[in-house]
């Protein structure tokens, strides 16, 4: 069954109409039909004149996703600490990139349940006390009582600061991760379709196009696709295929067919 996009807009239709309007561009004349595959993958079919291609969308998951990891998983702890009518302020700090599950499993629950727990045990000791939460290799979460006075509880995040190389690198592992996972979510597409496009979608506009080239230079395993689409970020143009959904500017990051570029 076609997955939900996540959010509210749906990454499939904002990348299709990139990828087809991109090759109208190219070529006006070229007669391009495209269905959608209730039964994905693949998310679409195209045809370009008389070649069939299996369409692929993937997102790239950066920093930004994270935050809103965050921010929901702060809600929560919010709500929590609403329920309880806690006394005295709190900080909540967030270190490193530790694992928060999402919302509706068992293991997010136990870490809200923790939390609270931790609160309760707070609101009558001395101001200065601090509970780790979670720790992985990844970072750790740990909440400390700042003052007996007032009920509140603040959120701390310092993401690691990175270097514009150290960026790049990350934006490299990034997008190689997706072509691994998709190659092998793909394979038994080959059994229909030699022609395997993948069209990136990057939610939050992860840097300049001109870094993203660099960064795809340091990946591997690519030319086992037809074809790698990114579209980077929402301009003021139009989707024509699906209107109500937002338009953006694409580019070839790779391609077997030389006209594409």
């Known amino acids: 069954m076609r997955r939900k996009a996540t959010g509210r807009i749906n990454e499939e239709h904002v990348c299709i109409d990139s990828f087809i309007q ?94 609270a727990t931790s609160l309760q045990l707070m609101s009558t000791a001395p101001c200065g006390i601090e509970h780790n939460i979670f720790e992985d290799k990844y970072g750790k979460i740990t909440i400390s009582k700042s003052s007996d006075q007032g009920t509140k509880i603040f959120r701390i995040m310092i993401p690691p600061a990175k270097f514009e190389g150290e960026i790049k690198e990350e934006l490299s592992r990034l997008i190689a991760e997706r072509i691994k996972t998709k190659r092998q979510q793909l394979k038994n597409i080959l059994n229909q379709c030699a022609n395997i496009i993948l069209l990136f979608y990057d939610a939050y506009a992860y840097g300049e196009i001109e870094d993203i080239k660099k960064a795809f230079l340091n990946v591997k395993g690519y030319d086992w696709f037809h074809s790698i689409f990114l579209a980077p970020s929402f301009s003021n143009t139009s989707n024509k295929l699906y209107p109500d959904s937002p338009g953006r500017k694409g580019i070839f990051l790779y391609s077997k067919n030389k006209l594409w570029h």
């Open 22 to 115: 991109y090759l109208r561009e190219i070529d006006s004349r070229q007669e391009i039909t495209y269905i959608e595959e209730p039964n994905d993958p693949p998310d679409f079919w195209v045809t370009v004149t008389g070649v069939t291609y299996a369409v692929e969308v993937t997102s790239i998951v950066k920093d930004y996703d994270y935050e809103v990891l965050c921010k929901k998983f702060f809600d929560d702890i919010k709500s929590e600490f609403a329920t309880n009518n806690l006394k005295g302020t709190y900080l909540l700090d967030v270190m490193g990139y530790p694992k928060i599950l999402k919302r509706g499993t068992s293991a997010r629950k136990m870490l809200i349940s923790n939390v």
